[in-house]
């Protein structure tokens, strides 16, 4: 079977598709073919090598797809061999077939093509769950999102209404994607430089936002806690820069302001807590089958694509989300 290969730290001069063995489900696992998988800045931070994004050389990235069961390992009940499948694969997803455990495994309802479930388990499960559990988000709540083009930021603009609406603010790192960011949802999208804080408090009329979602690691955080109103919720889920991050600012400030500052991992939650990110998965599933929910996507024709979009991601170039047809 054909797969993507990373063959050490870099850019796209070190990825390339091959030819791999297909692998075979253990207990509790099932294997999948997989129909479509989709792009995350996870596996751009894998191939540049920052710390604790791929473990060894030859990487195989990929955590997002969707497509039919091939083989269920032993111990695994609720499935057939066919049935039409989201999941998150135990890594290696850019490929032909996957493995995933069992309980990371979501019936696709019918009338959700496989191409918009591609871009669930991770992508929209992880904006859901910044925006219910990590954000508490409340209907008519004012929301900043960092990197509001991307595909997280896109996700969060489709979303929010479904979650009984809200005011949208995003910020992007270069001027020309603030349009595309409006036209996916966003109320007000503004380009990060100076004169932001003042920018973000004069579209709330001085009160600030309710909450925060930040994936930009700690370089946007004196910001966010600039911009917080009273009560606001800060949600840090990234690192996107690289490098290391700051410590937290002094308590004094989250005090006085009733602030609160979470941390938000979708690999934290695979690994501790799977059963949410498999109901976040099927909850976005089940707005998209009911024709709430029409998320645009980029769609790439093979994974030999993959790498040029990965370099459009890692240089901040890319809009929206991409997911990539894998196999038939
Ligand atoms: N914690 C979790 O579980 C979790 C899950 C999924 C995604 N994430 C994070 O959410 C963010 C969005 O993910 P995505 O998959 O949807 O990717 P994406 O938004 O399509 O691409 C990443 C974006 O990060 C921004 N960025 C900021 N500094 C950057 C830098 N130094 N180099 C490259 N890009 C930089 C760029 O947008 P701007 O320049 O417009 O800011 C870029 O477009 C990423 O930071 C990702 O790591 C976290």
């Known amino acids: 079977m054909r797969a993507l290969v990373m063959t050490a730290p870099g850019g796209s001069e070190n990825s390339e598709v091959r030819e791999v063995d297909a692998p075979r489900p253990g207990p509790g696992e099932v294997s999948i073919d997989v129909a479509y998988a989709g792009l995350n800045f ?15 050389w030859p990487h ?7 497509g039919t069961v091939r083989e269920l390992g032993a111990e695994v009940g609720g499935l057939s061999v066919g049935d039409r499948v989201a999941a998150v694969p135990t890594g290696r997803g850019l490929a032909e077939v996957a493995l995933a455990r069992a309980e990371l495994v979501v019936p696709v309802p019918d009338g959700v093509a496989l191409r918009e479930a591609a ?8 904006s859901l769950l910044l925006l219910t559990e990590a954000g508490r988000f409340t209907p008519g709540d004012t929301v900043l999102v960092h990197s509001a083009g991307g595909g997280i930021g896109s996700a969060i603009a489709q979303l929010v209404p479904l979650l009984g609406g809200g005011r949208l603010i995003g910020t992007v790192g270069r001027p020309e994607k603030a349009a595309a960011a409006e036209k996916g949802g966003y109320d007000l999208a503004i380009a990060r430089g100076d004169g932001l804080a003042e920018a973000v408090r ?15 690691g700690t370089t946007a955080l004196a910001l966010d806690l600039e911009v917080a109103a009273p009560g606001g919720r800060i949600v840090l889920f990234g690192n996107a820069g690289g490098g290391t991050v700051d410590a937290l600012p002094p308590a004094g400030r989250l005090l006085s302001g009733n602030l609160t500052i979470t941390g938000f991992s979708h690999r934290g939650l695979v ?7 498999a109901n976040a998965t099927s909850r976005v599933l089940g707005f998209l089958a009911d024709g709430r929910l029409a998320f645009p996507l980029s769609e790439l024709a093979s994974l030999a694509d993959v790498p040029a979009a990965h370099d459009l991601m890692a240089e901040g170039r890319a809009t929206g989300k991409y997911v990539v047809q894998v196999g038939g």
């Open 60 to 66: 195989r990235p990929g955590l997002e797809i969707a």
């Open 271 to 277: 690994a501790a807590a799977p059963a949410k990110v």
């Open 202 to 216: 004069a579209a709330t009329g001085g009160r600030g936002v309710d909450l925060v979602l930040d994936p930009l």
């Open 119 to 126: 871009a669930v388990p991770l992508g929209l499960a992880t």
């Open 42 to 56: 996870v596996d751009v931070m894998a191939r540049r090598g920052d710390t604790g994004y791929a473990f060894e």
